[in-house]
């Protein structure tokens, strides 16, 4: 657990002994050993301000207990810059102790820079300018006057502008294509894990999804996804990315949207439909002639449920596409030499062909998922040579790269746990 005091509204002119005892005996009833404080510049801009200011925290704070004082010139700067020191420690619980009228604001910006991973704890800071005066009763969270639309929106911008601002981290972003999707028809390709702003180690740099288990928030992602709009060419606006379920249903850009669904296909001009994957299989879909095209997350139980062949499937029957027409290809993924499986799933791809398992007799065989796809996908009528996967002998065009035996190209759930970045593949059809 850590403690946050937030001062970044409250003018060096404005202390006095009583607040300094306020912050004190607040910070007195937490057991925390690290408490973080955030100041604004002017403690800085102030003839020995900033010493006398350290001095006095040093003097209140209790033995064994570390501090840092985080200057900023906003508050989204101080609060960014306290949330990767938390991460590098690990650390998902805050206290946070600020002027109750402070409360509406900061929990904008939390709600903006943390994902519900984080817990935070409110407790008010009882702040009194006059010496001689007592202190003013405590403001209740309900009788705090809730932000505006435009205080909310001012905040995502600053936010926003703030991001965009970071330099990239792990190098230049880097987009692979394929030769076998014809790049004067579509716009197409798989992310690496370089040039973007994530900071956390499973998650650097340019991961490209959020959820409630991991510790990038949207906003981050969304960044992220800017940069590449940007580099690769695309609208952002009108990205569209799979609902994973891990099974196999598509949905057809224009009807009614599922719920969940691990495959899109299209024919609109413009729009970007992309599929993640950090082991997965982002497998992308073009047909040169009708022009059309698809994307699918394709995981070992997706595989099995024939993810691929729905997606192609979808193609045929909405776009009338030809089967020998589409071209498939299958992006960077977990390869068959680190990717284990319990037999008795193991025993479902043995089915499919028995060279899609290695060690068969062992409790945890490995699986060669994107053996598997290929199978299924020309027992499905797509031609051979169609299909652009590990086979290839070529291997600078080689883009079905193991995952997991690259960490410094790509993510990997099955080496990095349980909080992990994603990568893409995205396609569109060009104007």
């Not at 820079?113 to 300018?129: G, H, R, V």
Request: charged residues 20%; proline residues 6%.
């Amino acid at each position: 657990m850590a403690v946050l005091i937030d001062l970044c509204n409250i003018a060096p002119s404005s202390w006095n002994n009583w607040t300094w005892e306020s912050v004190v005996s607040t910070l007195q009833t937490f057991q925390s050993p690290r408490v973080y404080i955030m100041c604004c510049e002017t403690f800085r801009s102030e003839s020995n301000c900033e010493d006398v200011f350290h001095t006095a925290i040093q003097g209140f704070l209790c033995p064994g207990k570390k501090f840092e004082i985080v200057y900023a010139k906003s508050t989204v700067t101080a609060l960014y810059t306290i949330k990767q020191k938390l991460d590098e420690k690990d650390i998902d619980t805050i206290k946070v102790i600020l002027p109750a009228q402070r409360k509406p604001l900061m929990r904008e910006y939390i709600n903006q820079l943390f994902t519900s991973i984080y817990q935070f704890e409110f407790k008010d800071l009882q702040m009194n300018c006059e010496e001689n005066n007592p202190p003013k009763p405590t403001i209740l969270l309900n009788e705090l006057a809730p932000l505006t639309d435009q205080d909310v929106e001012k905040i995502q911008s600053e936010i926003k502008i703030f991001l965009e601002n970071l330099p990239g981290l792990k190098g230049e972003l880097a987009i692979l294509r394929s030769l076998l999707i014809p790049d004067h028809i579509f716009l197409h390709g798989f992310t690496t894990r370089a040039g973007g702003i994530s900071y956390i180690p499973t998650l650097s740099s340019f991961n490209l999804f959020s959820s409630s288990k991991r510790r990038d928030p949207p906003v981050v992602v969304k960044e992220n996804l800017r940069r590449l709009a940007a580099v690769a060419g695309f609208n952002q606006d009108t990205y569209y990315r799979v609902k994973v379920n891990h099974a196999s249903d598509v949905w057809v850009m224009g009807k009614a949207k599922p719920d969940s669904y691990d495959g899109i296909v299209t024919n609109q001009k413009g729009v970007t439909i992309a599929a993640p994957g950090a082991d997965c299989i982002p497998v992308l879909f073009a047909d040169p002639v009708k022009k059309a095209c698809g994307a699918a997350h394709s995981g070992w139980q997706g595989t099995l449920l024939g993810v691929s062949m729905a997606v192609v499937n979808a193609m045929i029957t909405e776009y009338g596409c030809n089967v020998k027409d589409i071209v498939v290809v299958l992006g960077p993924s977990v390869g068959p030499c680190c990717f284990k499986l319990p037999r008795e799933s193991a025993k479902e791809f043995y089915r499919i062909d028995p060279k899609c398992v290695r060690l068969y007799e062992s409790s945890h065989p490995y699986v060669d998922i994107r053996r598997a796809t290929r199978i299924l996908l020309e027992a499905g009528g797509i031609l051979p040579q169609n299909i652009q996967d590990d086979s290839v002998i070529d291997q600078n065009q080689n883009l079905t790269i193991c995952t997991s035996c690259c960490p410094d190209k790509f993510y990997s759930h099955v080496r990095d746990g349980e909080n992990f970045g994603t990568q893409i593949g995205f396609i569109s059809i060009k104007d």
